[in-house]
C-alpha cells in the first residue's frame, strides 16, 4: 500500500480524497494555485505545495509542477480526481515513466477510450449496439455528405475530452457549417485536439450509465446504474439511482455490456459506461470515462462500497475482495451538484466570500464540499462548489428528503442553484421518472 499521495485536484474532490487516504493511514500531499493558498483540501493535507498563479494552465494543468511536486514530496502515487488532468493520458504516461502510481487506468487505456472515435470502433468490434454515425471528419464539405447520411438531428461531438465541451447539436444542413466550425474550435481550445465526428441525435433518450471497477488481476464488477438525464448543455445537474424506469431485463443487459466493454478496453480502477436509453429501452454505447465520476457518491450510497478507497487498493495492486453476486444496491439515492451560479441570469457564475454556512444533517444525509466559514469562492474554476446526496428506502422518501436538505442548507455570501433543483424535484415529469435529457430546456 502507498504510504504517501498527492492530490492533483482542487475543491471537493480533493477533499473527498484526502480524506480517504486518511481512514486509510495514508499521508496526502496537495498541491494548490496561488488563488487556492487558504483552500480545505490545502490545510486538510499533511503536506502542500503551491504549484503556480489562478490560471488553470500555469497550476492545475502544469503537468511539470505537478510531477515535480510528487518528486520532492516523496508521493508514491498521484490521484487525479476528476477533470483537470484525470483523462490525459500524457499525465498518466508521465506518471509512469517517473515510476509514480497513477491512481486511474493504464495511459494506453485512457489514450485508447479518450478518443471517441476509436472507443466507438472497440465497442462495434465487442458486440456493443453504438449509435449510429460517422468516423472522424477533418473538413466541413466531408462532414456535411456524412451528415447527409446520418440525416438530422444529429450531434457534433468532439473525439477527445469531456465534460461537454466540443458538442453541438445540428437540427437541419442551414446550420450545419457554422456549428461544425465552432465546435471543432472549441474542442481545439478546450483539448487541443480539433477533431471531431458525427452521431445520430436520439430523441427522445434517457442519460444512463453504469459504473465498473475492474482489478489488474483480471476481475471486474458493475455496481449499478445511474440515471443522469437531468443536464444543462450536455452538465449533468442532478443523478439518481437506480434509474426509475429502467426494467430489470435492461439493466442486466446493459450491465453485461459495461463488463464487455470494460474487458475490450484491457480496463483496470474505477470506470464509468455511458449509455443512451430510449423509451423503448434499447440502448446505446455513448463513451467510456476513464476516471472518477463527479456523481460516484451516488453508487456509495446504495451499494455501502467506498469508490476512491478501491480506487487506491487497485492502483496499489490488491485484487477485489468481492465478487459481483456480492454487489447488491439497495433503496434510492439522489444526488443534486450545488454549483456557485444564478440560474435566473442565464447561469451567470457567482464568487465571493462565504457570509453564512449551515449544512443540513441526518441520517443518509451528505454534503461533499470544500467550503467554510469566511472562504471565499475564487472566480477562476469550476463553479460546482459542493454535491448534496441524500439516501432512502424508497425514491419518494428519497424525493422527499432531498427537498428538506435542500431547503435546509444556507449558503450566504455567493449565488447558488438550490432553487432551481427544488423546482425540478417538484416537477410532475420527474416525479414520474419520465424525464429525457431535454427536460431541463424544456423547463
Not at 208 to 237: F, P, Y
Request: aromatic fraction near 6%.
Amino acid at each position: 500500500m502507498f504510504s504517501k499521495i498527492l492530490i492533483a485536484n482542487r475543491g471537493e474532490i480533493a477533499v473527498r480524497i484526502i480524506r480517504a487516504c486518511k481512514e486509510m493511514g495514508i499521508s496526502t500531499v496537495a498541491v494548490f494555485s496561488e488563488a487556492d493558498r487558504d483552500a480545505l483540501h490545502v490545510n486538510l493535507a499533511d503536506e502542500s505545495i503551491c504549484i503556480g498563479p489562478p490560471q488553470l494552465k500555469d497550476s492545475y494543468l502544469n503537468i511539470a509542477a505537478i510531477i515535480s511536486a510528487a518528486v520532492a514530496t516523496g508521493a508514491g502515487a498521484i490521484h487525479p480526481g476528476y477533470g483537470l488532468l484525470s483523462e490525459n493520458a500524457k499525465f498518466a504516461a508521465l506518471c509512469e515513466k517517473c515510476n509514480i502510481a497513477f491512481i486511474g487506468p493504464p495511459s494506453s487505456v485512457i489514450a485508447k477510450m479518450g478518443d471517441k472515435d476509436m472507443a466507438r470502433q472497440a465497442m462495434q468490434s465487442a458486440g456493443i449496439p453504438v449509435i449510429p454515425g460517422s468516423k472522424l471528419v477533418e473538413t466541413s464539405e466531408q462532414a456535411e455528405k456524412e451528415a447527409e447520411k446520418i440525416g438530422y438531428p444529429l450531434l457534433i461531438k468532439a473525439r477527445s475530452g469531456g465534460g461537454g465541451c466540443g458538442i453541438r447539436m445540428v437540427k437541419s444542413s442551414k446550420d450545419f457549417r457554422k456549428e461544425f466550425e465552432t465546435a471543432s474550435a472549441e474542442a481545439r481550445m478546450a483539448f487541443g485536439d480539433g477533431a471531431v465526428y458525427l452521431e445520430k441525435y436520439l430523441y427522445p433518450a434517457k442519460h444512463i450509465e453504469m459504473q465498473v471497477l475492474c482489478d489488474a488481476q483480471g476481475h471486474a464488477v458493475v455496481l449499478g446504474e445511474r440515471e443522469c438525464s437531468i443536464q444543462r448543455k450536455h452538465q449533468k445537474l442532478l443523478e439518481e439511482s437506480p434509474a426509475p424506469t429502467l426494467s430489470r431485463q435492461t439493466r442486466a443487459k446493459m450491465e453485461l455490456c459495461a463488463l464487455r466493454a470494460a474487458k475490450a478496453a484491457g480496463y483496470v480502477n474505477a470506470g464509468t459506461v455511458e449509455f443512451l436509453v430510449d423509451d423503448q429501452q434499447n440502448f446505446y454505447f455513448m463513451e467510456m470515462n476513464t476516471r472518477l465520476q463527479v456523481e460516484h457518491a451516488v453508487t456509495e450510497m446504495v451499494t455501502g462500497i467506498d469508490l476512491v478507497k478501491w480506487q487506491i487498493r487497485i492502483a496499489a495492486g490488491l485484487p477485489l475482495n468481492f465478487e459481483q453476486k456480492d454487489v447488491k444496491p439497495h433503496g434510492s439515492a439522489i444526488e443534486c451538484r450545488i454549483n456557485a451560479e444564478n440560474p435566473d441570469l442565464n447561469y451567470r457564475p457567482s464568487s465571493g466570500k462565504i457570509t453564512l454556512l449551515h449544512v443540513p444533517g441526518g441520517p443518509w444525509v451528505r454534503f461533499d464540499t470544500a467550503l467554510f466559514q469566511d472562504y471565499t469562492v475564487p472566480p477562476f474554476y469550476d463553479s460546482l462548489i459542493g454535491k448534496l446526496i441524500v439516501h432512502a428506502q424508497t425514491r419518494e422518501e428519497a424525493i422527499r428528503k432531498m427537498q428538506a436538505a435542500l431547503c435546509e442548507l444556507v449558503i450566504a455570501g455567493v449565488d447558488t442553484n438550490t432553487d432551481m433543483h427544488r423546482k425540478i424535484l417538484a416537477h410532475p415529469e420527474f416525479r414520474s421518472g419520465t424525464y429525457h435529457t431535454d427536460f431541463m430546456e424544456r423547463l
